[in-house]
Nanobody
Framework: QVQLVESGGGLVQPGGSLRLSCATSKTMIRFNAMGWYRQTPGKERELVAG???????NYADSVKGRFTISRDNAKSTVYLQMNSLKSEDTAVYYC????????WGQGTQVTVSS
């Protein structure tokens, strides 16, 4: 198990942008597909974006065209660039491995409100 530390969340106006960061380990980011998840009160955690070790990406329909997942292996960091944010994007955002989840970090709160 490695520590996952999410950061970059905050309060943003609708239509605004945020970039989330996930600090992970060198081995995790190099050899695993990684994903960003989000969870709101009363709902299950949902996968919003994923990136394989080979660089292929996928997105939930709700965020396609607005969010971009990327990674920087040198910094052992996975990013989620979020543009054109909507109120329904409000959630706590988490990162983790896709195939064999690590223990969950604390997440980072994203609130989209006017």
């Amino acid at each position: 198990q490695v520590q996952l530390v999410e950061s970059g969340g905050g309060l943003v106006q609708p239509g605004g942008s945020l970039r989330l960061s996930c600090a992970t380990s060198k081995t995790m980011i190099r050899f695993n597909a990684m994903g960003w998840y989000r969870q709101t009160p009363g709902k299950e955690r949902e996968l919003v974006a994923g990136i394989t070790s080979g660089g292929s990406t996928n997105y939930a329909d709700s965020v396609k065209g607005r969010f971009t997942i990327s990674r920087d292996n040198a910094k052992s960091t996975v990013y989620l660039q979020m543009n054109s944010l909507k109120s329904e994007d409000t959630a706590v955002y988490y990162c983790n491995r896709l195939a064999r989840p690590n223990s969950w970090g604390q997440g980072t709160q994203v609130t989209v409100s006017s």
